[in-house]
């Protein structure tokens, strides 16, 4: 079993910067990709960015050139750092892992919020 722990949200206002991490335990060697989902009210699911075990990278459209996710294998630990951020970007953040079986594994969420 995989276990994934968010921190590092809060409040910031529009054109600042935040920084989420993502610390992984548990049975972690089968993991593949790492990374972020994002929720808002009233809207699904939806993709924020993914870095695998290799370090490709894939970003939403929406985000591509503010934020970048990176990944420290041995620490088992995701981030992503959010610039220039927008109050469209208010949501809930989730830690995301994926791996063998297929498996997937999710946070439990850390809150974004955006002042206009």
């Known amino acids: 079993q995989v276990q994934l722990v968010e921190s590092g949200g809060g409040l910031v206002q529009a054109g600042g910067s935040l920084r989420l991490s993502c610390v992984g335990s548990g049975i972690f060697y089968s993991i593949d990709g790492m990374g972020w989902y994002r929720q808002a009210p009233g809207k699904q699911r939806e993709l924020v960015a993914i870095?695998?075990?290799?370090?490709?990278?894939k970003y939403a459209d929406s985000v591509k050139g503010r934020f970048t996710v990176s990944r420290d294998n041995a620490m088992n630990t995701v981030y992503l750092q959010m610039n220039s951020l927008k109050p469209e970007d208010t949501a809930v953040y989730y830690c995301?892992?994926?791996?063998?079986?297929?498996?997937?594994?999710w946070g439990q969420g850390t809150q974004v919020t955006v002042s206009s």
């Open positions: 995301y892992a994926d791996g063998i079986g297929p498996s997937v594994y």
């Open positions: 870095i695998n075990n290799v370090g490709s990278t």
